[in-house]
């Protein structure tokens, strides 16, 4: 908080007491304080007796007086030695940062060509963000574990397992698949290892993409079987094993559909899962989810629990998805590719227009061995991990000090996201769209 200068009226003489200070402003953008001037007293005069010395002291400028016109007329004040403005001071920008990382072809740095989420005007900023925490001392958000919660993740060449070739074994802690009962959360389907792509996919080591918060570290566990389908008690199994094994993050790109009968689901349908998600909250873990993808006016389980995190997704163009769930309980947005939505109130969007999909690596199908920058993956699903991954950055930046709590943390993305559709809070975007950079900024030191 920035402290107002002190009151000085009983103290000041002369021409001084008419230019007492009696309030603090804001900051100017040419780099000083609007309507104040530093005064230091000439050594011996009355105006030192006054003000008990000849430390600098803080005054207002007089009514409809700028302060370079403040300073001329104090410089040339009896018992004046000097006047000069109250300038304002800025935290040093910290550098972005442009791994070298090639995407389709060999150029370097040709990743932002391909990944229009991470660098572009409706990206989430990463190479300032990423600059951020290379200042911060924890690059690409080192020390966060991230629990992704899906069909499992290539993530080793152990056990019959293919290890995705932009994913390090060095970027996961242990996991557990709780469809087949075993340690190995192999990824059979591409689903699980695209959304840990997203979040941890090897960064400047001169191949393929980037992932958001490369420096982090992703918890595989396998909820969803090879058709991308799995049930509340095994989901909430997963939910509970993560918290428990000191994830910070969970990342639940998973949606359920209707209800027997076709009316929506409701908590009482889940109360398993309900029960773990708060058990996640009670416990100081962050819980993100995926709004949904039939473009409804209403949020799909677990993304509705008030306790997650819900999260709509984007097109390149800044646009709500033409497949994304929103309205009552929408946190944030995040990119998630295709087309925009038909929402004839803004201009911006035009749902004829095709848009681009999410790239990472990942299988090239369902029971594939092969990899590749994907092709078709577009989705809330896929929006998630980019505000999982952007809540990585924010934990391990420091900006909201050591281990800070879910609601802070939602508090701070919610704060720095950038607004769109209309002004302010509203149910199409919530929020806004997450801004990773503005997030992980630190705070300007006066």
């Known amino acids: ?37 530093v ?14 010395g000849t430390a600098p002291v803080t005054i207002a400028t007089r009514p409809g007086e700028t302060v370079a016109q403040a300073v001329a007329r104090l410089r040339n004040t ?34 932002r060509k391909v990944q229009w989420n991470f660098s572009g005007t409706y990206s989430v900023h990463a190479t300032q963000a990423w600059g951020n925490l290379i200042a911060a001392g924890h690059p690409g958000g080192a020390g966060v574990v991230v629990a992704v919660l899906d069909t499992g993740v290539a993530y080793t060449n152990r056990h019959g397992g293919t290890l995705s070739p932009d994913l390090r074994t ?16 192999m990824d059979r389907n591409g689903h699980g290892t695209h959304v840990a792509s997203t979040i941890v996919e090897s960064t400047d080591n001169g191949k393929w993409l980037t992932g958001l918060a490369y420096g982090a570290k992703v918890m595989p566990v396998r909820v969803l079987n090879n058709q991308g389908e799995g049930d509340a008690t095994t989901i909430a199994r997963g939910v509970r094993y993560a918290v428990d094994k000191g994830a910070k993050i969970i990342n639940l790109s998973l949606e359920f ?41 209403a949020i799909d389980y677990p993304a509705r629990e008030p306790s997650v995190v819900a999260v709509g997704a984007t097109t390149e163009y800044g646009c709500l998805s033409f497949f994304s769930n929103y309205g009552k309980g929408i946190d944030l947005v ?8 038909a929402f004839g109130s803004d201009p911006r969007c035009d749902p004829t227009r095709a848009g681009r999909n999410i790239s990472q690596i990942t299988l090239t199908g369902i029971g594939s061995s092969h990899f590749g920058i994907s092709v078709g993956y577009e989705g809330t699903s896929m929006a998630a991990p980019h505000v999982s991954a952007t809540a990585a950055l924010i934990i391990a930046s420091g900006v909201l000090g050591p281990d800070p709590s879910p609601a802070r943390i939602i508090s701070r993305m919610n704060a720095t996201a950038r607004d769109l559709g209309a002004k302010g809070t509203d149910r199409r975007y919530g929020h806004g769209l997450v801004n990773a950079s503005a997030a992980t900024r630190p705070a300007a030191r006066r």
């Open 1 to 37: 908080m920035r402290s107002s200068p002190p009151r000085l009226a009983g103290l000041l003489t002369g021409a001084l007491l008419a230019a007492a200070l009696i309030g603090g402003t804001s900051a100017h953008a040419a780099g000083v304080e609007p309507g104040q001037v």
């Open 39 to 52: 005064v230091t007293p000439q050594a011996g005069s009355a105006t030192a007796a006054a003000v008990g």
């Open 78 to 111: 009896d018992g004046v030695a000097d006047a000069v403005p109250n300038y304002v001071a800025h935290a040093a920008a910290a550098p972005p940062f442009v791994p070298d990382d090639p995407g389709r072809h060999t150029t370097t740095g040709g990743w």
């Open 170 to 185: 060095s970027s996961f802690v242990k996991g557990y698949d709780f469809v087949d009962h075993d340690t190995v959360p």
């Open 257 to 297: 559909g209707p209800a027997p009968g076709g009316r929506a689901l409701a908590a009482r349908d889940i109360p398993q899962l309900i029960s773990a998600l708060k058990y996640a909250r009670a416990k100081g873990v962050l819980v993100v989810g995926a709004s949904g993808n039939e473009g409804h006016h």
């Open 334 to 341: 995040a990119p998630g590719g295709g087309s925009d939505a």
